[in-house]
Every structure is written in structure tokens, then in C-alpha cells.
């Protein structure tokens, strides 16, 4: 089967660090996304990593283990308007057409408190 | 920057009911995709599309069918609205590429329903 797992909802203070993790098993394995998405708005492009490693982009980095099915987002400085949740999706098999499919996990909602 | 649009924000429908959710992006992408998102399952893929006139089934395309007659425009019609079909609606669009990033998707607003 294909499940991705992140933890529902998480709370932080402004100014700290957090990390939200994501454990994946599925058919296939093309990349991982993380995606952000303020109540109510769309989803938005945060990070892709498709190689094992750390992948730094200002306050966010975003981390993976093929190996070990899992990644992580490390969200540094917080501040109140990172209050949202985090979408991690992983590209699996391809449909016909040659794309490959996203599988999105449930998302965990991030509360930033003063 | 990418622009997806969908044609309405929220939306309130009868049993039966015969609903258009329409979806327009504005870069030439030749990737579209319909979502649902609901509490706790997170975005399961009713449709996607590759290029014109061609669909392939997502995960739950019971219910729904789509059309996309121009590249930047992909329909996701609801036949016979049922309960079970109040959700939020997500459109989004890819490119195609050599190389992940290239298949970022980016996501329109979102559509509300709320079949009564």
C-alpha cells in the first residue's frame, strides 16, 4: 500500500525552532515535496529533495532518507505568520501518460504562539 | 509567476444537481490535476490530465468527470451532486521535465462546496 505519516498538529513558540517529520512508504519513489498552506488559501511550493540529504533555503531546510522513508522540515526563527500547515507529498509510480503521481500525507497544523 | 484560477470561491448545491468546477492557468502547463481535500485525509487526485482531450484516473474519480478542450482549462464536473461530495476542490498545474523540481505543482485558491 502507499501511506505517508506527519504528525496532525504541532505548537511552537515565535522564535524557536521546529522540526515536522514525515515517514513515507510507497510504490515508487521520485522526490519529496513539502508545501505550505495558510487556512483557507492554497497550497504553496516550499522544498523538493530527491537526493539523501539536507537542503537549506533561508529560515526553512527540508531533509531526506531514502533509505529510511523519512523526512523532515525544520522550520528556524519562527514567526507568527509561519502558523499554517505542512503538506509533505512524495512522487510515486508513474500514471501512462509519464507522470509521476503525488501522494500527499494529511498535513500537520503548526500553531506559533507569542 | 504562476496563475491558477478557479471559478468560484465557495459554492452551495442541491442533491442531484449537476456542478462545473472550472480551473484556468495561465503558464502554458501541460500538467492539470483536480483534488478534494478534506480533514485528516489530507489531497486524494480525482483526475489528472497531460494534454488536451487526455484524462487518467486519480484515486476517487467515482462521481466525478472531467473535460479540458484548451490547454489551460480543465472542467471537473460533478453529474449528480450527493452529500458525500461537499469537500474543498483544488486545481493544479505542472509543467513536464527532465528534472523534479521542473514538476512543482501549483495550486489554485481552492472551491468550497457544500452540497445540500
Known amino acids: 500500500g502507499q501511506n505517508i505519516d506527519q504528525p496532525t498538529e504541532m505548537t511552537a513558540t515565535e522564535g524557536a525552532i521546529v522540526q515536522i517529520n514525515c515517514t513515507y512508504q510507497?510504490?515508487?519513489?521520485?522526490?519529496l515535496f513539502w508545501y505550505q498552506q495558510h487556512a483557507g488559501e492554497a497550497p504553496t511550493f516550499l522544498s523538493y529533495?530527491?537526493?539523501?540529504g539536507l537542503e537549506e533555503k533561508g529560515r526553512f531546510s527540508s531533509f531526506l532518507s531514502r533509505s529510511k522513508g523519512y523526512s523532515y522540515l525544520l522550520l528556524k526563527e519562527l514567526q507568527m505568520k509561519d502558523s499554517a500547515s505542512y503538506l509533505c507529498?512524495?512522487?510515486?509510480?508513474?500514471?501512462?501518460?509519464?507522470?509521476?503521481?503525488?501522494?500527499f500525507g494529511a498535513g500537520t497544523r503548526l500553531a506559533v504562539h507569542p | 509567476d504562476v496563475k491558477v484560477t478557479q471559478s468560484s470561491r465557495y459554492l452551495v448545491k442541491r442533491t442531484g444537481e449537476k456542478v462545473f468546477l472550472e480551473c484556468v492557468q495561465d503558464m502554458d502547463h501541460e500538467n492539470m490535476f483536480w483534488y478534494r481535500q478534506d480533514p485528516g485525509l489530507g489531497l486524494r487526485l480525482i483526475y489528472f490530465?497531460?494534454?488536451?482531450?487526455?484524462?487518467e484516473k486519480g484515486d476517487i474519480p467515482e462521481g466525478y468527470s472531467v473535460s479540458r478542450e484548451k490547454k489551460e482549462r480543465f472542467s471537473l464536473i460533478l453529474e449528480s451532486a450527493s452529500t458525500n461530495q461537499t469537500s474543498m476542490y483544488l486545481c493544479a498545474s505542472s509543467t513536464v521535465g527532465s528534472s523534479g523540481t521542473q514538476e512543482t505543482q501549483y495550486f489554485g485558491p481552492g472551491t468550497r462546496l457544500l452540497v445540500l
Open positions: 490530465s497531460y494534454d488536451v482531450k487526455m484524462k
Open positions: 510507497t510504490s515508487g519513489f521520485n522526490g
Open positions: 529533495n530527491v537526493l539523501d
Open positions: 507529498a512524495v512522487r510515486g509510480h508513474k500514471f501512462s501518460g509519464g507522470y509521476n503521481k503525488l501522494i
